[in-house]
């Protein structure tokens, strides 16, 4: 009696659960610590910030730190980074568990760069950081408002989790255009470019 074949799709995400919980190689041990932490670590003072700005920043009196450039002001947002799309709080909050499980398990466990691993891990600890927000704010579960304060003149207000989603953006761009090695740890066209240079 033959067995049907498996799911390909299945059979993929099997071997990323076993790699990335039970047969971890050295280099993705390591990535994996660098992004754990950097996700726990970027959650507790996300939500250390806003438990601050909670308990001492009012709506609507804001305190300058920069003339009216830079100031400290309490909002609660209902929509993505820096005030975006705030009549799509349950969507925001679908999405933010749909692209962390993709990253859990489809990405993280084949990082074996280091250095990618900290843009990862800002990434993830950034969507957290207010997907917490939308799990534990009025008003309600998967609606709640995210906690911004920091208010730039004619830019944003936002918070610390938007700092570590921006910055991680940022790294990836510059990583993708200038390393020459993707998050798997294989060297990119660039590098194979780099080389061909540098033999002639």
Do not use: C
Request: positive net charge; charged residues 15%.
């Amino acid at each position: 009696m033959t067995s049907e074949p498996r799911n390909p799709v299945i059979q993929t995400f099997i071997g990323n659960l076993v790699a990335a919980f039970v047969k971890p190689d050295p280099q993705n041990r390591r990535s994996m610590i660098i992004i754990s932490v950097l996700i726990v670590v970027g959650v507790v003072i996300d939500q250390a910030t806003k438990a601050l700005a909670l308990a001492k920043l009012t709506p609507g009196e804001p305190i300058s730190i920069i003339s009216d450039i830079f100031q400290l002001s309490l909002l609660r947002n209902p929509g993505a980074a820096f005030g975006t799309g705030a009549s799509l709080t349950v969507g925001f909050a679908i999405l933010a568990i749909v692209v962390l499980t993709l990253l859990t398990f489809f990405v993280v466990p084949k990082v074996r760069s280091m250095v990618w691993a900290i843009p990862i891990g800002l990434g993830m600890a950034g969507m957290t950081g207010n997907f917490v927000d939308r799990l534990i704010r009025p008003p309600g579960i998967f609606q709640g408002h995210v906690i911004d304060f920091f208010a730039v003149k004619y830019f944003a207000v936002f918070n610390v989790a938007d700092i570590f989603l921006t910055v991680a953006a940022i790294l990836v761009v510059a990583l993708t255009l200038f390393y020459k090695t993707d998050f798997t740890g294989t060297k990119t066209d660039r590098a194979d470019k780099d080389a061909t240079v540098d033999e002639g």
